[in-house]
């Protein structure tokens, strides 16, 4: 079974990115699930003081990070960066390095959002992840208001997110095939 976490950068209760993460877990494959984090509003604000004696919800983000075979990210542009939410999470992970090599796929919800999924690319690609390109998927969602179920009722998302998933498996698969090689 191939096991992919999905991480969100907006806390809102009606988030489209959550929404999204959602849908993607009832898009999955037969040997595939995707497992939504759901304690990113526990995080702390980033300290490296604090390296080393770390709260359990930072403790839970690595472990769930280690484990999992693949990463998606859906997060939210504000004022033209990333969101503190997802950056935070990502710099408790920069010293533990349990995105290195890891396929990811980022997917943003709206074509009016080029800034934060490029500086969030530059960020990951920097902290090691394997950032995947076509498998990173950029939808049109213009509205904030669309739900897991109207996710699921539109052919274009749902053909997107099974792309993205597909993307991820051969990815998994890749990089299986490499360390075997090794
Ligand atoms: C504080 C704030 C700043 C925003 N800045 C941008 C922006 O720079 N570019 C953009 O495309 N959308 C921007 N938006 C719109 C959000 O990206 C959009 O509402 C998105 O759906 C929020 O994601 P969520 O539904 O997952 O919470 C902003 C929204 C907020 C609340």
Redesign the pocket.
């Known amino acids: 079974m191939i096991h992919v976490l999905a991480l969100?950068?907006?806390l809102?209760a009606?988030?489209?990115?959550?929404?999204l993460l959602r849908a993607c877990a009832r898009l999955t494959p037969a040997d595939m699930n995707v497992t939504l984090f759901e304690a990113m509003d526990q995080i702390p604000l980033f300290n490296p003081d604090n390296e080393g004696h770390e709260t359990s919800a930072v403790l839970l983000l690595r472990e769930a990070l280690k484990n999992a075979d693949a990463v998606i990210i859906?997060?939210?542009?504000?004022?033209?960066?990333v969101t503190g939410v997802i950056k935070n999470a990502l710099d408790w992970i920069v010293g533990s390095g349990e995105l290195e090599a890891k396929p990811l796929a980022l997917l943003n919800?709206?074509k009016?959002?080029t800034?934060?999924p490029a500086a969030l690319r530059e960020t990951l690609t920097i902290m090691g992840a394997h950032v995947l390109d076509s498998g990173s998927p950029t939808l049109s969602?213009s509205?904030?208001q669309v739900s897991e179920e109207q996710a699921l009722a539109m052919p274009d998302v749902t053909t997107a997110l099974q792309g993205m998933l597909s993307a991820l498996a051969q990815a998994i698969e890749a990089r299986a095939l490499e360390c075997n090689a090794l």
């Open positions: 969100s950068g907006s809102r009606s988030s489209v990115n959550t929404a859906a997060s939210p542009e504000y004022a033209h960066g919800s709206s009016r959002s800034h934060a969602l509205s904030n």
